[in-house]
């Protein structure tokens, strides 16, 4: 079912969904199964698989040259959604990211998904890789999310790339895309940022999740900046629970977001980090319900593999 219907199906009431990463090469889908199965109780309509692009490493031999290596550490999106699907009857969202693909690429890896009954996608430019400050375009890729967007819903109209195609079979994706309550990290300004967020719901995006926060005034605001501007879509807030002392640092670093100040201190006082899970825990349950009383259509929650500190949230909450 496609991610716009199950919001009309739920009938206003805010519903549990969390998103997965696919675990390092070399293990098994039982540690895929192990992180969502301590959450199924939560009956999420959805789980969301990240995407995660190659990377460049340099390997130095005795001669001291160095070898530049392409590598993907965590393979495995498609086969985990066909695998979610398969198991446990629940629709599996995989993220498509422009970063990596030429557009060719991409038509294959939307067919791919389209013969596997994987119906809804997150729609993203990705970042750079890891070894470089900005995001490139793959040669013959896209350069923005907005872009990719535009040829899946091509393709949801039969058109390929490929015009001399055969019968041009429709697709039926259900699109969402991000967005980001403190602005992308790129942007200029929010409003730049909405601009073009405004620019994806044109060319087909049907949803908007959005990148972590932890106050949520940010949202409020950003939800209120949208309506404004037009966007008439459903917005998603995504939600993390604070697990350590690193993150302090760690996420405004990675994810360009402010940690409010009653947080940080609460976390500084914390002796052990069984404490400040349960500080993240309660200020993620605090969040939960002051946001499903602003009538979200789902919470999303970013598991990244770790359903404990989640499972305690889900059940507090739902
Ligand atoms: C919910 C969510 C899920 C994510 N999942 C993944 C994942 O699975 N894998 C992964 O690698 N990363 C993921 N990311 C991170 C994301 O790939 C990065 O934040 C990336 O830097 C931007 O991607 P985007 O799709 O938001 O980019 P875009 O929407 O393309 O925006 C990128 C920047 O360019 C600007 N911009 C957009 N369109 C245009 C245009 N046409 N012309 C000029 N400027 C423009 C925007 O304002 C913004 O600053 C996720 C982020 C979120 C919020």
């Known amino acids: 079912m496609k991610i716009?219907?199950?919001?009309?199906?739920?009938?206003?009431?805010?519903?549990?969904?969390?998103?997965?990463?696919?675990?390092?090469?070399?293990?098994?889908?039982?540690?895929?199964?192990?992180?969502?199965?301590?959450?199924?109780e939560f009956n999420p309509p959805f789980i969301d698989v990240t995407y995660h692009r190659e990377e460049f490493i340099f390997k130095e031999h005795q001669n001291g040259l160095l070898e530049k290596k392409i590598v993907k550490k965590r393979p495995g999106t498609v086969g985990i959604c066909a695998a979610i699907q398969n198991k446990y009857k629940v629709?599996?969202?995989?993220?498509?990211?422009?970063?990596?693909?030429?557009?060719?690429?991409?038509?294959?890896l939307l067919i791919d998904l389209d013969f596997l009954e994987i119906n809804n996608i997150v729609a993203l430019r990705g970042d750079a890789v890891k070894s470089e400050n900005y995001f490139k375009p793959t040669p013959g890729g896209h350069s923005y999310a907005n872009e990719l967007v535009e040829q899946i819903s091509n393709l949801n109209q039969g058109i390929?790339?490929?015009n001399e195609a055969k019968n041009s079979?429709?697709?039926?994706?259900?699109i969402?895309?991000?967005?980001?309550?403190?602005?992308?990290?790129?942007?200029?300004?929010?409003?730049?940022?909405?601009?073009?967020?405004?620019?994806?719901?044109?060319?087909?995006?049907?949803?908007?999740?959005?990148?972590?926060?932890?106050?949520n005034n940010k949202f409020f605001e950003f939800e209120k900046k949208c309506r404004e501007s037009g966007i008439k879509v459903p917005i998603i807030p995504g939600l993390k629970p604070i697990s350590t002392k690193k993150q302090l640092n760690l996420l405004p670093h990675r994810f360009h977001?402010?940690?409010?100040?009653?947080?940080?201190?609460?976390?500084?006082?914390c002796k052990s980090n069984d404490e400040i899970k349960e500080v993240g825990v309660e200020w993620c349950i605090k969040q939960s319900k002051e946001l499903m009383d602003f009538n979200v259509p789902f919470l999303h929650y970013y598991s990244m593999g770790k359903p404990k500190n989640i499972a305690k949230i889900a059940k507090s909450v739902f």
């Open 4 to 40: 716009t219907e199950h919001i009309k199906n739920s009938k206003g009431k805010s519903r549990f969904t969390f998103e997965i990463l696919p675990p390092l090469k070399g293990q098994s889908i039982q540690s895929v199964f192990d992180s969502i199965d301590p959450l199924m």
């Open 91 to 108: 629709d599996a969202v995989p993220h498509v990211l422009c970063g990596g693909f030429t557009k060719e690429e991409t038509e294959n």
């Open 160 to 162: 390929y790339l490929d």
């Open 169 to 174: 079979n429709p697709t039926d994706f259900c």
């Open 176 to 215: 969402g895309v991000s967005g980001y309550p403190e602005k992308h990290m790129e942007a200029p300004s929010l409003e730049s940022d909405i601009h073009f967020l405004k620019k994806k719901i044109k060319a087909g995006a049907e949803y908007i999740i959005t990148q972590m926060f932890f106050d």
């Open 257 to 269: 977001v402010d940690l409010p100040e009653d947080l940080i201190k609460e976390v500084i006082k």
